[in-house]
């Protein structure tokens, strides 16, 4: 089969072919029909430091995707091939204190679908029976894809309720308008985006959302503060993981406030501790993941119920052998949620 390999450590990816996995006895094994890029593809590719100490090449990368089930291990009871699937890519042990005690998402003994094992750029992925999420029919095979992430933007938007609150989102990369999306379908009364790159801003306006700001001309502190009689956003959604936006994002965060942090800090944080955190009396919430199922659930009453609509956010689809391509527009920051198929693709 064909497939996307981290073939050796260094910047790049190369296509090469593969043996079809063969599926456990507790595992299935999928027919890919589409994947999506995932920012922590764009660190394997460009080989970042937390790649170089994560990733042990040669290895397939890839996780978002979705697909047809074609073979199932003797053991495996709830999913038959013909079934369409996505995947939850956090593949738990099922017996560490996390796992045992409602926390699957923070397993101890994490295993990551295209980062600790062989991942979705193929034509082919083998899955566990429990990470198999299955779909209906009617659900387009690219926005089946985007559920992972998506289900990232619903885990922090609605860890506490949003519904009548002002939300502020700093970094309006795909889950960070994934996660404007939500707070606005769950009735959140003032949506302000910041983000400072100018294609990004465009895409969250093309969804419709009013309030979005470059900090680079506006100050957003001042323009929460404007837009909220004084007293700043009562969630602050942290989706960029800049030093800059995590200051302006706690300063713009109302006192008593709730702040979710889902963007990853490139190193260390400095933060002004005493008036941005203590005094500020806010409440805040590292996101991992997904809940494991619970989050999912939600992902498919959003889709499903057309309260959130994701097919926008896809502005670029590419084969796989297009893969160069396709992560100079992510790394440049010049695309949303890119679409790769294993196959050449049909102009529709
Ligand atoms: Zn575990």
Not at 123 to 147: C, F, G, H, R, T
Not at 217 to 246: C, N, R, W
Not at 286 to 310: C, H, Q
Not at 320 to 334: G, H, R, S, T, Y
């Amino acid at each position: 089969m064909k497939a996307i390999f981290k073939y050796k450590p260094g910047v790049g990816a190369e296509v090469r072919e593969a043996p079809i996995p063969s599926p456990g006895p507790s595992e299935v094994l999928v027919k890919v029909k589409a994947t999506t890029i995932c920012g922590t593809d764009v660190h394997i590719y460009t080989w970042d430091e937390w790649s170089q100490s994560r990733i042990k090449p040669p290895m397939i990368f890839g996780h978002e995707f979705a697909g047809e089930v074609v073979e199932v291990g003797k053991n495996v009871k709830t999913i038959k091939p013909g079934d369409w699937v996505s995947a939850e890519t956090h593949i738990a042990c099922g017996h560490c204190y996390q796992c045992r005690t409602g926390n699957k998402h923070l397993c101890e003994n994490v295993k990551i679908l295209g980062v600790d094992i062989n991942g979705a750029f193929a034509e082919y992925v083998k899955i566990p029976e429990e990470n198999a999420w299955k779909n209906d029919v009617s659900l387009p095979p690219e926005i089946a894809a985007m559920q992972e992430p998506f289900g990232n933007a619903v885990h922090a938007t609605l860890i506490e309720d949003v519904t009548a609150k002002s939300v502020s989102v700093f970094g309006a990369g795909p889950i960070g308008i994934m996660s404007a999306m939500v707070a606005r379908a769950a009735g959140a009364s003032l949506v302000v985006i910041v983000e400072p790159e100018e294609a990004r801003r465009n895409l969250a306006k093309k969804v419709g959302f009013e309030h979005v700001i470059n900090p680079i001309e506006t100050d957003p502190v001042e323009y929460i503060l404007d837009h909220t009689s004084g007293l700043g956003v009562e969630v602050f959604l942290e989706m960029s993981g800049a030093q800059k936006a995590i200051e302006q994002g706690l300063r713009s965060t109302r006192k008593g406030g709730r702040v979710s942090f889902l963007g990853i800090p490139k190193g260390h944080i400095t933060l002004n501790f005493a008036e941005d955190v203590v005094f500020r009396g806010v409440k805040m919430y590292g996101i991992n993941g997904r809940k494991m199922f619970e989050t999912w659930y939600k992902v498919k009453a959003l889709l499903d119920s057309g309260l959130v609509d994701l097919k926008p956010l896809i502005t670029h689809k590419f084969s796989f052998d297009d893969i160069d391509k396709a992560m100079e527009l992510l790394i440049n920051k010049k695309a949303g949620k890119i679409v790769l198929y294993p196959q050449k693709i049909e102009e529709d």
